[in-house]
């Protein structure tokens, strides 16, 4: 039965058809936003909004990305965004480690306390994280906003890589540590290019969660200077929402990085994510 459904050619076209009307779905939209960033606002209100522009205006970009100050805003994001998926994939694997293999007493209960930080919602300790960030000093500084970062990152990070060293057999560690070796060496030697696959995964729930973080970054932040983009985009929906060319332009400068990202990183977010499920 196998065989026929891989030979028959009406399944091969269901099949493709399929493929191709849900990425026209997911293009789509992409290349509409694209479009209307090219359009002057009042071309946009008066002409059809499926149509292209009857005078492509490419005047929205550089008054957007001066008036939206998205050079710094830029440098923030990759800022923020690589130090917190590199801080939550290796504290968190880190911390998976000694949860999955060095067992004592205080684990489950160590682990549990991680693990609730998945059930809470951003907006249940916006009031608490805020208090808390000024009470020490870190209000307007870098440090104040990737410590929540991180600390949002690290429940995930330890519930992925705890049940997946699990999946480890024992006997490795054993054997390492009869030759000598010490637990960080066995992370990093061992268990790190192990976890590569789950690691993706994570890097890239962490990625898309920090560039796209908008609430935190506003009420932790003042100073212009630290923010990050969607800070950025967010002044183009305030007093700036009639102006529709730069609210366009100004999601398309957003969303470039993201897509590179995933263009440069295709074939290994693939394959880790192929990885991981089958592993999993």
């Not at 560690?173 to 060496?185: N, Q, T, V, W």
Request: charged content about 10%; glycine content about 8%.
């Amino acid at each position: 039965m196998a065989e026929i459904y891989k030979t028959s050619p009406v399944i091969k076209i269901i099949i493709y058809t399929v493929m191709i009307l849900f990425t026209l779905l997911a293009v789509y939209p992409l290349f509409w936003l694209i479009i209307q960033s090219f359009k002057t606002t009042q071309e946009y209100l008066t002409s059809s909004k499926l149509a292209l522009p009857k005078l492509w205006f490419f005047g929205n970009y550089p008054y957007t990305w001066t008036m939206g100050k998205f050079g710094i805003l830029l440098i923030n994001s990759i800022f923020y965004t690589a130090v917190t998926v590199i801080a939550v994939i290796l504290l968190g694997f880190m911390a998976a480690f000694a949860f999955a293999k060095i067992r004592n007493r205080a684990t489950p209960l160590l682990h549990g306390i991680f693990i609730i930080g998945i059930l809470l919602t951003l907006q249940s300790i916006m009031v608490p994280l805020f208090l808390m960030i000024n009470a020490v000093g870190l209000y307007n500084t870098r440090l104040g906003v990737l410590i929540p970062y991180i600390g949002l990152g690290l429940p995930m990070g330890v519930y992925l890589g705890t049940e997946f060293i699990k999946s480890i057999p024992d006997a490795i560690i054993e054997s390492a540590r009869i030759d000598g070796a010490k637990y960080l060496r066995i992370f990093f030697n061992i268990i790190s290019p192990m976890t590569a696959p789950v690691a993706i995964t994570l890097g890239i729930l962490t990625f898309t969660g920090t560039w796209n973080e908008f609430m935190l970054i506003n009420i932790l932040t003042s100073d212009d200077a630290i923010k990050s983009i969607p800070v950025g985009i967010g002044r183009f929906s305030g007093a700036l929402a009639s102006d529709y060319g730069k609210q366009f332009s100004a999601l398309v400068i957003g969303m470039v990085p993201m897509l590179a990202f995933y263009i440069a990183f295709r074939k290994q977010i693939t394959r880790g994510v192929a990885a991981g499920a089958v592993k999993g």
